[in-house]
């Protein structure tokens, strides 16, 4: 298996790859702003490099956005082990587009059965007091996740920075893992393609994706392929000095992502606010996703 | 005498071969389904990924469980010395290791990666019960196979006399055993074995209670379930694995053991135990039923609700309730009352055995029709996401299939290996040690 470093494409691959990614994820009804695309197309070369080779960050007057960047790349600087990665999920700005799922999909390549991050709907009341509060549900990234300890060949274990890594090449698929989960946040490659049962297999769907910092291929049998996948707080891109996918792309601005073992973070601050709350705690997970009521 | 045995065995031969010929062409038709399965990987199943395990887990269950239950009860022989099931000791030994061999095929069918599953012994993490139990299964197994070989070598190897194909492949099984001539040192050695198969039998109780209760721990430590999650799940596993056990062996007797008073006599026990252990069962399912009812907790209440009036209920109303509880029940007690008990025993036995599978089915499936979270069932939607699940075809034809198989060659193994005190064998012992005091 490549890796991201391993020779950068020319400028005309660049181009082609681009051009197909845009059009496709179109096709795919993915509306991802292109901008984000560039971003990100522009940046996989540099994905292991140290943080000081990344693009400088915009002299914009600084909003929540300019900030979490600062604050990740701050993290960057420290060593693995004491990065602490955490979400912050502010339900109140959520409107409930989905756009963190599309973006989500789009980014991971991620097949049919496949959804790091659905968005949870509901409606509460009756007509005329109703509400209809969304909940975006990515995988917690347990302090003590309930999957890792099931797992018999230990392919999936918590990382030195918290998040809890799945490897592909390692896990034998039994699924274990899947029933664990008590947020249901563990999905199987099926093997399936968003074109299947169609004339022709579309480009877009031999994108590799970059997980973990890796290039992956869906083909044939192979690994993602037979596996469980799940979110992984886009560690590729966060370690290249970008932000996750689904924080980049949220419309009402409230996913927030950073270091919480930073106490001048954003997250920290606000994992810090009365409203915090996290999912199922009565279970002992102790997730790293923390939302706002 | 001879020839008259001779007919008998031509007449049944006719619709022997005619079932092994079913069993052959269902086995075709199963590896045609396997190969498609590992060509295109699990795509050919109808599981989700919210509904992640489904038919082939249940089997596997099953038939850990069968195989804890038979060997179980071959320990009521050569470690608790209850004679009066010593004929069926050896045919309850050889279904546990089929049954086991089944169980471990099955859940090989049922991984992602089915090329990497000796990653298990090679990078093992002991914390997952999974692991856990993979190495007491090898362990089991050996144990298992140890003590057929003791309990058979004798047998093989007079009977590897008789040359042939089957002589050969005995006196290959009996891997080069020779039972002395004389009949002093020939009885020393049978008290040798027989002390063997209790030590290694009494090793076993323990592993197959591991292996079974064990296998009952896989779920019962879930937390993310309450459904699975308690103490009673792995007892209820033990239990209904003994029933299954008792059952298989009640049937097989019924089928293939000897017909007389003795023969009769046995039937009626294992008749009892299978009820035993089926009453049992259906105690704790009471239990554990009226008290998750009672809770009115969702997470309970919709398990059960899934389970008794969904699609599945039939799998409820008729499998575990009338097929592994009363159905049997009532045969074993009416079989005391009619002429032919053995007919309404073996019947029983197969009822109740075919019956256990329900259980299983509805250990598994159920647990995964509860979203995880309110309303994630209808978050994102799409096929492989469903929180419902019905097996597809080709994980029927693959199922049918393996167990035609492993029918098949237990079947087979009944016929070839001396694993009752048939005729043939007392003839051949006895002209073996003719022949051995002749020439010393």
């Known amino acids: 298996m490549e890796r991201t470093t391993a020779a950068p494409p020319s400028k005309r691959e660049k181009r082609g790859s681009l051009d197909r990614t845009r059009r496709n994820l179109l096709k795919a009804g993915a509306l991802v702003p292109a901008g984000l695309a560039v971003a990100r197309a522009g940046s996989t070369s540099q994905a292991a490099e140290a943080p000081q080779s990344m693009p400088a960050l915009p002299s914009a007057p600084e909003g929540p956005m300019l900030r979490m960047l600062k604050d990740l790349r701050r993290a960057l600087q420290k060593p693995v082990e004491q990065r602490r990665w955490t979400m912050v999920i502010d339900l109140r700005k959520c409107i409930g587009c989905s756009a963190c799922t599309v973006a989500c999909i789009a980014e991971n390549r991620l097949p049919p059965g496949v959804v790091y991050r659905p968005v949870v709907e509901e409606e509460v009341g009756r007509y005329p007091n109703v509400t209809r509060p969304f909940l975006p549900r990515p995988c917690m990234q347990c302090d003590n996740p309930p999957c890792v300890p099931v797992c018999p060949v230990s392919a999936t274990y918590k990382r030195p920075d918290g998040v809890v890594e799945i490897n592909y090449e390692k896990c034998i698929g039994c699924r274990y893992c899947i029933p664990a989960c008590p947020y249901g946040a563990r999905y199987f490659d099926w093997g399936e393609n968003w074109t299947d049962g169609t004339p022709a297999r579309q480009p877009y769907e031999d994108e590799p994706s970059h997980e973990y910092g890796r290039v992956w291929r869906r083909r044939g049998r192979g690994s993602p392929v037979g596996n469980v996948r799940k979110c992984q707080f886009c560690l590729h891109r966060v370690e290249a000095g970008m932000l996750p996918a689904c924080v980049t792309t949220c419309v009402g601005g409230a996913t927030y992502f950073g270091d919480a073992s930073d106490p001048k973070s954003l997250v920290s601050e606000l994992a810090a606010e009365e409203r915090a709350f996290r999912l199922k705690e009565e279970l002992g997970t102790r997730p790293k996703v923390i939302y706002l009521r | ?440």
Not at chain 2, 81 to 109: D, K, N, P, Q, T
Not at chain 2, 271 to 291: C, I, N, P, Q
Not at chain 2, 373 to 397: C, H, K, M, V
């Open chain 2, 1 to 440: 005498m001879q020839a008259e045995f001779g007919a008998a065995r031509g007449r049944a031969g006719r619709g022997r071969v005619a079932a092994y010929a079913v069993l052959a062409a269902l086995g075709l038709v199963g590896m045609v389904a396997l190969a498609l399965r590992m060509q295109q990987g699990l795509r050919t199943t109808a599981l989700t990924s919210s509904v992640s395990w489904g038919l082939w887990v249940a089997l596997y269950i099953y038939f850990v469980g069968l195989s804890a239950g038979s060997f179980l009860l071959s320990t009521l022989v050569y470690v608790f010395g209850m004679h009066r099931l010593e004929r069926v000791g050896r045919m309850a030994l050889l279904s546990a290791f089929f049954a086991l061999a089944g169980a471990l095929i099955f859940i090989w069918v049922d991984l992602g990666h089915p090329e990497r599953f000796w990653e298990v012994f090679l990078f093992p993490n002991y914390r997952s019960v999974m692991t856990v139990e993979t190495f007491l299964y090898v362990a089991y197994l050996i144990l298992i196979l140890a003590e057929l070989w003791l309990l058979m070598r004798e047998d093989m190897a007079v009977l590897g006399l008789s040359g042939g194909l089957r002589g050969r492949l005995l006196s290959l099984l009996s891997l080069g055993y020779r039972p002395p001539a004389d009949p002093a040192s020939l009885e020393e050695e049978r008290r040798k074995a027989g002390r063997w198969v209790k030590i290694l039998g009494s090793v076993g109780v323990p592993v197959a209670i591991g292996v079974h209760g064990g296998t009952g721990a896989i779920f019962a430590v879930v937390q993310a379930r309450p459904y699975w999650f308690g103490g009673l799940f792995p007892i209820v596993f033990l239990v209904s694995a003994l029933a299954s056990g008792a059952a298989l062996v009640t049937f097989l007797y019924a089928v293939f053991g000897e017909r007389d008073e003795e023969g009769e006599a046995l039937l009626r026990t294992l008749g009892g135990l299978t009820v035993l252990f089926l009453a049992l069962d259906l105690l704790f399912l009471a239990s554990e039923t009226l008290t998750a009812l009672y809770s009115r907790n969702p997470e309970h209440t919709e398990v059960w609700r899934a389970m008794t009036g969904g699609r599945y209920a039939a799998v409820f109303w008729i499998g575990q309730l009338v097929m592994a509880g009363l159905a049997p029940i009532a045969l074993v007690a009416a079989a005391g009352k009619v002429r032919s008990q053995r007919l309404f025993l073996g019947l029983a036995g197969a009822v109740a055995a075919a019956g256990v599978l329900a259980i299983r089915l509805n250990i598994v499936i159920p647990a995964f029709v509860r979203p995880e979270i309110r309303g994630l069932d209808t978050a994102y939607q799409g096929a492989r996401l469903a929180y419902s699940y019905f097996p597809s075809f080709g994980e029927w034809a693959t199922t049918v299939g393996l167990v035609a198989l492993g029918v098949l060659a237990f079947s087979v193994s009944l016929e070839v290996l001396p694993f009752m005190e048939t005729p043939e064998v007392v003839t051949a012992r006895a002209a073996l040690l003719g022949s051995r005091r002749q020439e010393g």
